[in-house]
């Protein structure tokens, strides 16, 4: 396997340099490009024809002349709508109106006719969105387009512009990934989490370098539109390794324009959700009101225009807990009433509490035309968002929770130079800055985690009462979140004879990406059983808590977190540089080559230094443990060679065949080590370790020693990716395109759990398993040696039906499959290792938690009698995997955390079950009012999950520890226990799967996925 990935990568870097130079047609500037043909009635190609466009709203002109083959080309336009005029000596002049979208190439034909004739511009395809894509003719790219008007006509859940991507095959929806950006709907791509997908806005960057995905929200009333490029991006994409999302903001115009809209979602109506909220208890209230405002105007007649939008999210939500919760946190308070809970007298126990959240979005854009050959814009946005009583959850008190406070800004300062009709400049200079916080409610210095409040390791698994955040140590989240980034990018763009070369320089100056996770001392106590089992054992909490027979050795579940500095900060830079061409070989035949470099500097350096400061990379050597010493450096081979072709046959015009084949680059996000960093954040402490018991040497474990440090043999993970399809337009109003993609990963990350005793041994002591403890710390290893498979057949249809119909539909067949222990992503930190002494064992390889076998989509407007229109957003797709858990070391390996669980003997394997499928329905009716010439009030009504079905997805009880109705034995389960006789025999392992909540139930309400009904109710005012 690796010397035939080596070979694949070899040719494609030989083909990359033998063909010089790639590219331009789907631009990561947030821009897009004009291409097109002129002929006579004939179909004789007509050159020296003269070709200007003009942006209508702003005058801005640009001038170009048919080469001898009549194509011309204007590269890098601003997204928007243009007046075409073309001319020719002999020829009638000809005009129309075209539509450049973001990252997009627009293809038209222009015929003229004789000068004492009418003339006739024809089109190829018309203005088009995510329902009406235009035949692609020019690059292998695989995604789609999604224009402001999709966003403001399609019911969007969550008001979150992510929503809509769902229509572009290759994408699907998955929970946020971090506290502070839980409004942000991530959208997965190639089966990963989506937290690897390179994301811009205005050409400036707006990817979360800590922890993946979006960094900062944007209002969808600000986006003019937006790109979402599933796979196979041209070389001026950089950093991912699957998708990308280029958006394009609005902009002001010579007419004051603008809209006023209110969203109003109440209490009364929102469905109950059975699940999480059964009956009879009282209903779970959630409302959330959303009050929206855009306006653009001239400032300058001709010179300068602005825009200005904002958005107000005012969210009243609370979690009522279950009459199972409740019974379970009064026995908690009768434990402390007696005198068990450590440090604790007394627990209330209220009977809901309060999530209140509130967001404020806003954008301010100035446009300004200096000249015809040099236009500007300057923009600011911001993004600041509170949320009271956060991760508070169905199974935990009030204890858990914390106040989050994140604060986005970002601001952007673009240039477009025409140096000639052929040639554009366009220089991006980007700055953002995030400060987030986590305030908690809480300071006990220990956390209580029981079964029946842990239903998995990423989702919903917190403790019932304490200071923690999920069932792990105190490292899952940081409460300081800084990240600071200025970007400097300068992209040139060309037209010269049959090719449109592009190159240029992208850099990323982060002098802060840090933070700081709880410093104070804590424990973290796990118990075996819940509450009301101590009321009448008593003695059994006592000896669990304090570890003592027969709960001591591995059998105690108490951690305990040391006092210490929290915190850890980098300095990274990242560089990217790319050359690029399309070149079009005849007519039909058009081929896209290019090469792209990236790499980093500082990107194992925290605090100023190196990981030789690490405490864990000097105790390796002093104690000769058998792992690679040393430490990583910045990978500096990253050579990205892609190549793509389109082929549009004479005979057929209206068929397009594409190919690409790729390598794609990512340093994936940092907070998966980010404990490594944390090691080295006080280097004057710093003692060497070169032999046993020397200062600088990490204790043994059974002294609370551990340590975590980064494989040396660092590899920056890529994919290549392979696609081919087919496009093919019929009756001018349906579009029905093919695609397969396979997308090869390696060097994804994996965390290796070298436990003292079990599977890490230092020749230096004797072999026994006391010694080895007593001496020899706990190693986490974190290493780039992962494997992963996507593959997808993807089918779109789009069409319109007379002036009253159109849809889109779109079917994808996948599979995506990588190595794992508990949970399987691809292009993400979580994945574990069950045994580091094999870590490819059989059962660790399976399907990825973003698998789904089949994803349907369709999207329509429907216009019906009455002025009445009926838009609509249907998702339906497969059940998503599930990997059921265990808290015991059934693998006697030392560590309980990465035990998948044993029924009937057999250990089960990596996501081997598979949850409910997914399907939401949602609507949205509108009935415009004109108002004069100008104005038009909308009033409209929106239905989500019209039909009301429950949606857990994946989102099951995944330990079994957990299970409503308990398991006989957690090392291997064989009976479930409804009473204490256990006699219902397990003779399928799905009898164990029991729904936890919905789906993307990860941080709290209004950060759901798979919500219940709710209606929405609103009006929009336009001018």
């Known amino acids: 396997m690796p010397s035939k990935l080596f070979a694949a990568k070899l040719i494609l870097l030989i083909a990359g340099l033998f063909l010089t130079l790639p590219l331009a047609v789907k631009a990561q500037n947030a821009t897009g490009s004009l291409l097109g043909e002129v002929q006579d009635a004939s179909g004789a190609r007509i050159k020296s024809a003269t070709v200007i466009v003009t942006a209508i709203g702003s005058g801005i002109q640009r001038q170009a002349t048919t080469d001898d083959r009549g194509q011309f ?61 235009e035949l692609d003719t020019t690059d292998a790219v695989n995604g789609g387009v999604v224009t402001g008007k999709d966003l403001q006509t399609i019911p969007l859940a969550a008001r979150s512009f992510a929503n809509i991507a769902y229509m572009v095959p290759g994408t699907e929806p998955v929970e946020p990934s971090d506290p502070t950006k839980a409004r942000i709907t ?123 939008g904002f958005e107000m999210v005012n969210e009243h939500a609370s979690i009522n807990y279950s009459p199972d919760s409740l019974t379970q946190f009064n026995a908690l308070n009768q434990l402390a009433l ?12 209220p009977p809901d509490v309060r999530v209140p959240y509130q967001s404020y979005l806003g954008l301010l854009r100035f446009d300004w035309a200096q000249s015809q050959r040099s236009q500007w814009f300057i923009r600011y946005a911001l993004d600041n968002s509170t949320t009271n009583n956060a991760l508070v959850q169905q199974g935990t008190l009030p204890s858990t929770g914390a106040t989050t406070h994140s604060n986005y800004q970002n601001g952007a300062i673009s240039n477009t130079f025409t140096f000639s009709p052929s040639w554009v400049g366009n220089f991006t200079f980007g700055a953002s800055y995030l400060h987030g916080t986590a305030d908690r409610n809480g300071y006990l210095g220990f956390a209580l985690a029981f079964p029946f409040s842990s239903t998995s390791k990423t989702i919903s698994g917190f403790e019932t009462y304490g200071d923690n955040q999920f069932v792990t140590p105190i490292t899952a989240f940081p409460v300081i979140r800084n990240q600071e980034k200025y970007q400097f990018r300068y992209d040139v763009s060309g037209s010269v004879g049959r090719h449109a070369p592009k190159f240029g320089v992208d850099f990323i100056h982060e002098p802060v990406l840090s933070g700081a996770f709880p410093g104070q001392a804590e424990t973290t106590y796990i118990l075996t059983q819940n509450p009301t089992y101590y009321l009448t054992n008593p003695n059994q909490f006592t000896a669990e808590l304090n570890c003592l027979p027969p709960f001591d050795g591995a059998n105690c579940q108490t951690t305990s977190t040391t006092a210490g500095n929290g915190s850890f900060s980098q300095n990274v830079q990242r560089l990217g540089l790319y050359a690029m061409d399309s070149w079009r070989v005849t007519p039909q035949l058009t081929v896209n080559y ?42 500096r081979k990253a050579f990205a060679p892609r190549l793509g072709i389109v082929y549009s046959p004479d005979r057929i015009e209206d068929l397009v065949i594409r190919a690409g084949i790729g390598l794609y680059y990512n340093d994936l996000a940092q907070n998966g080590w980010a404990t490594a960093f944390q090691a080295v954040n006080t280097p004057s402490t710093f003692q060497p370790c070169t032999k046993p018991w020397d200062p600088g040497c990490l204790p043994g474990a059974a002294d609370g020693g551990a340590g975590v440090v980064i494989d040396p043999n660092y590899h920056t993970p890529y994919s290549t990716t392979v696609s081919g399809g087919v496009q093919y337009l019929w009756h001018k109003n349906w579009t029905l395109s093919a695609d397969y993609v396979h997308e090869q990963g390696v060097h994804g990350y994996r965390r290796y759990e070298y436990t003292a005793g079990y599977t890490l041994f230092s020749p230096l002591f004797a072999q026994d398993q006391a010694t080895q403890q007593a001496n020899v710390p706990n190693l986490s290893v974190f290493k780039s040696d992962n494997r992963s498979s996507y593959n997808a057949m993807m089918l779109h249809l789009q069409g319109s039906v007379s002036r009253r119909f159109n849809l889109t539909a779109n079917y994808v067949l996948s599979s995506a499959k990588t190595w794992g222990c508990v949970l399987g992503e691809l292009w993400d930190y979580v994945n574990g290792v069950c045994n580091p002494q094999n870590p490819f064992d059989k059962g660790d390889y399976g399907p990825s938690g973003e698998d789904v076998t089949s994803r349907f989509t369709l999207a329509g407007v429907v216009y019906v009698p009455g002025g009445f229109q009926v838009t609509t957003l249907i998702q339906a797709e497969s059940a998503r995997p599930i990997t059921l858990t265990t808290p015991v070391d059934v693998n006697g390996l030392g560590d309980p955390t990465n035990d998948r669980a044993v029924v009937n003997g ?15 329905v949602d609507l949205r009716v509108t009935r415009p009012f004109n108002v004069g010439d100008r104005w038009q009030i909308s ?57 936890a909540g919905a789906l993307g139930d990860f941080f709290g309400p209004g950060t759901t996925v798979g919500i219940p009904f709710a209606a929405q109710l609103g009006v929009r005012v336009t001018f």
Request: glycine residues 8%.
């Open 594 to 635: 290019g090469l792209r470099y990236d790499t980093t500097y500082g990107l194992f350096q925290a605090s100023g230094v190196n990981q030789f400061l690490n405490p864990g990379v000097a105790t390796i050597q002093g104690l000769q443990l058998p792992l690679p010493t040393g430490v990583p450096y910045d990978y």
């Open 906 to 920: 057999v250990q089960t394997s990596l996501d081997q079950f598979r949850g409910t499928p997914y399907v939401q």
């Open 73 to 133: 080309r204007f590269p890098d336009l601003t997204p928007g709508n243009y007046h075409l005029v073309v001319n020719a000596k002999g020829f009638a002049e000809a005009s129309t109106d075209v539509t450049v979208q973001v990252s997009n190439v627009r293809d038209t034909l222009v015929t003229l006719r004789p000068a004492a004739e009418q003339q006739t511009v024809n089109v190829k395809a018309e203005a088009s969105s995510i329902a009406t894509q």
């Open 338 to 349: 007696q005198g068990l809970v450590p440090d604790t007298s007394s627990i209330p126990v």
């Open 939 to 995: 009033p409209f009504v929106e239905f989500f999950n019209l039909f009301n079905r429950n949606n857990p997805g994946a989102n099951y009880v995944t330990n079994i520890s957990a299970l409503p109705t308990p398991v006989n034995d957690l090392y291997n389960a064989t009976h479930l226990c409804p009473t204490p006789a256990c006699n219902v025999p397990i003779t399928n392992p799905n009898q164990l799967l029991v729904p």
């Open 186 to 308: 991530a959208v997965s791509t190639g089966g990963s989490s989506g937290l690897n997908n390179q994301l811009t806005v205005d050409g400036v960057d707006n990817s979360d370098d800590y922890i993946g995905g979006f960094l900062q929200n944007f209002s969808p009333d600000v986006i003019r539109e937006f790109a979402v490029q599933t796979s196979q991006q041209n070389a001026d994409i950089g950093r991912t390794t699957a998708g990308s999302v280029v958006i394009s903001t609005r902009s002001g115009t010579t007419d004051w324009h603008g809209d006023f809209a209110v969203f109003e979602r109440a209490a009364a109506l929102n469905a109950r959700f059975p699940i999480d909220n059964p009956s009879p208890q009282p209903k779970q209230p959630f409302s959330r009101q959303n009050y929206v405002g855009t306006i653009g105007a001239p400032v300058v007649k001709d010179k300068v225009w602005v825009f200005s």
